[in-house]
């Protein structure tokens, strides 16, 4: 450790043979250092054998009356005195950059911890990128047609012709089309009626049924907004052929998507996953970095040292915020390369939040790291802490401004919940710093209010 990672140690030892395999050795008597070089340069200046014999000659010295230690002990021990009546400083940079350099290493020497860091972000990502994914297409669907006239297989034509429908083997019975349904072979039934062709060349209004797999009720919502538009195309279709009008109103209502015309869900999901894993990976990693140390017993050397509450948190921050703006450029690649997601606006806006974002993150980590004494429960209080309001509270699937009593609170205090607008503004509405200024504002608040709760939850010795 000392050789090839440059660590120091310190060995305390009455044994001159332990002390002279040490660098450097400082002899003592009585708290008092009498000499302190090299072991061979000590045997060197007492014209002794051995280090024993040296140390014996030193500590004769010492103790005959008004003898002189010498000109290097009282070097020594003027500076010792002059440092111990001068207070430490309260912060000290030097001192919190020790600190991030020793989590640096740790991290570096624990493969697991390392790997989750650097590529955890993205395996997740293109998990749910693909995965998550609530575009309907190509669904299956399957007739029921008891007319078998031109004109019913003309209607039937308007749901295959589309991209959003692939039509299956004609249904033959109530029975048939049941049996499909709960199977899963189809996702949409559509029953024409006897004498449609004839009523509908008449004038009349014959009702056509379609039968819709609800397990999943915003699948179903979806299916059943691509059916009533498809129907009222062809209604459109047949007024026309017949030079008439589909509908008597004054009012023609045409809809049309802003911000993402092809109305896909993966434009919508990118922002929304990134949100989530930027809160999740680095807060639970930087959850580990208090409780961890509870548990080895090293949190002892910052119980011993003068380092600060301060210094001691930041200076563990610091990797985890490297590493997670490391990841959060990652995403953002994999979401232009890979998914083929425009980036509208301004990287720079969207790292500026990211850059806040992360740190909300990984002070949250260390909140929780603080109140907890074991790895276990700090990682499952993570868990919880991040993953729930995220998903519940943050606006990633109702609206922040359509809850109500804590759930609002939540809501509004939540940091995904500024930072998953930042994102949508910057990646699908080409907005900037001047348009997102309050939800920077909003994160930036956010810190030391996280910072000030894990000063308070951690001591500055053991309880």
Not at 70 to 96: E, I, V, Y
Not at 188 to 216: C, H, N, T
Not at 242 to 270: C, E, H, K
Not at 303 to 323: A, C, D, H, N, S
């Amino acid at each position: 450790m000392s050789r090839e990672d440059g660590v120091t140690i310190f060995i305390s030892t009455h044994f001159m043979n332990e002390a002279m395999r040490c660098d450097r050795v400082a002899l003592m008597h009585a708290g008092r250092v009498l000499a302190t070089d090299t072991p061979q340069a000590l045997i060197a200046n007492r014209g002794s054998d051995t280090l024993e014999q040296a140390f014996i000659g030193y500590l004769r010295d010492a103790a005959s009356p008004g003898a002189s230690t010498g000109a290097a002990p009282m070097a020594l021990s003027a500076p010792d005195t002059a440092m111990n009546d001068t207070p430490p400083p309260r912060f000290s940079g030097r001192r919190l950059l020790s600190y991030a350099r020793r989590e640096s290493i740790e991290l570096r020497r624990d493969p697991v911890r390392a790997t989750m860091a650097m590529i955890g972000t993205l395996v997740l990502m293109f998990i749910m990128g693909y995965g998550i994914n609530m575009d309907v297409d190509r669904l299956a669907f399957a007739v029921l047609d008891r007319d078998q006239t031109t004109t019913s297989q003309h209607y039937a034509l308007n749901l295959s012709g589309s991209r959003y429908f692939q039509e299956k083997a004609p249904l033959q019975s109530y029975a048939d089309l049941e049996t499909r349904l709960r199977s899963g072979d189809i996702s949409l039934a559509v029953e024409i009626p006897p004498d449609f062709g004839r009523r509908l060349k008449r004038g009349d209004s014959p009702q056509v049924a379609y039968w819709i797999d609800g397990a999943m009720p915003s699948r179903a919502n979806t299916i059943r907004g691509y059916v009533v538009g498809i129907h009222d195309a062809y209604l459109q279709e047949l007024a026309h052929g017949m030079g008439t009008r589909a509908d008597s109103g004054q009012v023609d209502i045409a809809l049309r998507y802003r911000y993402n015309p092809d109305v896909q869900s993966l434009p919508a999901m990118v922002p929304t996953i990134m949100s989530l894993l930027l809160m999740m990976i680095p807060a639970m990693l930087t959850a580990l970095g208090v409780v961890r140390e509870k548990e080895l017993g090293s949190i002892t050397n910052f119980y011993v040292t003068p380092v600060t509450r301060l210094e001691f948190l930041i200076g563990k921050q610091l990797p985890y915020v490297t590493l997670g703006l490391v990841n959060f450029l990652l995403l953002v690649l994999l979401s232009i390369l890979v998914f083929d997601v425009p980036l509208k606006g301004n990287l720079l806006t969207l790292t500026l939040g990211a850059l806040l974002y992360v740190m909300c993150a990984t002070g949250l980590g260390f909140l929780f790291s603080t109140l907890f004494n074991s790895q276990i429960a700090a990682i499952f209080g993570t868990t919880i802490g991040t993953l729930v309001p995220a998903l519940q509270f943050s606006g990633m699937f109702n609206p922040v401004a359509s809850l109500e009593g804590a759930s609002a609170v939540i809501g509004q205090l939540y940091p995904t919940t500024h930072f998953l607008l930042i994102c949508r503004g910057v990646f699908s509405k080409a907005l900037g710093l001047a348009d997102l200024y309050p939800y920077f504002l909003a994160l930036l608040a956010t810190l030391p209010v996280l910072g000030g709760l894990s000063l308070v939850a951690l001591g500055k010795q053991e309880k």
